[in-house]
Every structure is written in C-alpha cells, then in structure tokens.
C-alpha cells in the first residue's frame, strides 16, 4: 500500500511559478515510476508529466512541456513539480499518482495509487 500526499498548491499570478510536491509512504518508492494529472472544473482528469522510477526517464503533456518539470528525491520518498510560466488555464487540482512498475505511462488506468490533490489556481 502506498499513501501519497501532495503539498504546494496555491494561488499565484500569470506568469508566476510554483513547485507541488508529493510525499509517499511505503518501502517501495524508488522502484515505481511517478507521475502528475490534473483536473480542471468540469473537465476530464489529463495527464501533465511522468517520471521513471530511477528519473532518468520523463515525459511531459504537450500543454506544458517547457514550463513544467518533474524530479524525484529517492532518498526523501518524494517527487516534485516545479512549474513556471503559469498560465490561467494550469488551473486545476493537481494529483500525483504512483504506478506499481518502474516504467512511465501517461494512462491514467496506469496508475494504482492517487494523492488527494492539491489546488493550484493562476489569476490573470
């Protein structure tokens, strides 16, 4: 069982930054792979990036690739996404969530543990 609790959320201005960051419990987190969704009101939950469980792998949704980045600290159980650049439509709660294999995915079927999200929310 993995339990993952996110932090960092807040409200920022256009062009501002933030970094959310997801702690996890359990032994098993340097050998999963991570990732980050989003859901915006009244839209679907999207994928935002994913990183392998060693992080040398990553992969980011095309609506943030170049502002976000994702990165993970094996020794602190954590892993981060820093944003800049916030734009008004990066608003959304952001989850992180964890896979079971060491491997990157953006389905969101993929993934077998979920945060309970934080709210990032960018003024215009």
């Known amino acids: 069982q993995v339990q993952l609790v996110e932090s960092g959320g807040g409200l920022v201005q256009a062009g501002g930054s933030l970094r959310l960051s997801c702690a996890a419990s359990g032994r098993t987190f340097s050998s999963v792979a991570m990732g980050w969704f989003r859901q915006a009101p009244g839209k679907e939950r999207e994928f935002v990036a994913t990183?392998?469980?060693?992080?040398?792998?990553?992969y980011y949704a095309e609506s943030v690739k170049g502002r976000f980045t994702i990165s993970r600290d094996n020794a602190k159980n954590t892993v981060y996404l820093q944003m800049n650049s916030l734009k008004p439509e990066d608003t959304a709660i952001y989850y992180c969530?964890?896979?079971?294999?060491?491997?990157?995915?953006?389905?969101?079927?993929?993934?077998?543990?979920w945060g309970q999200g934080t709210q990032v929310t960018v003024s215009s």
């Open positions: 990183i392998s469980s060693s992080g040398a792998g990553t």
């Open positions: 969530a964890a896979r079971s294999v060491r491997t990157t995915t953006v389905r969101r079927s993929g993934y077998d543990y």
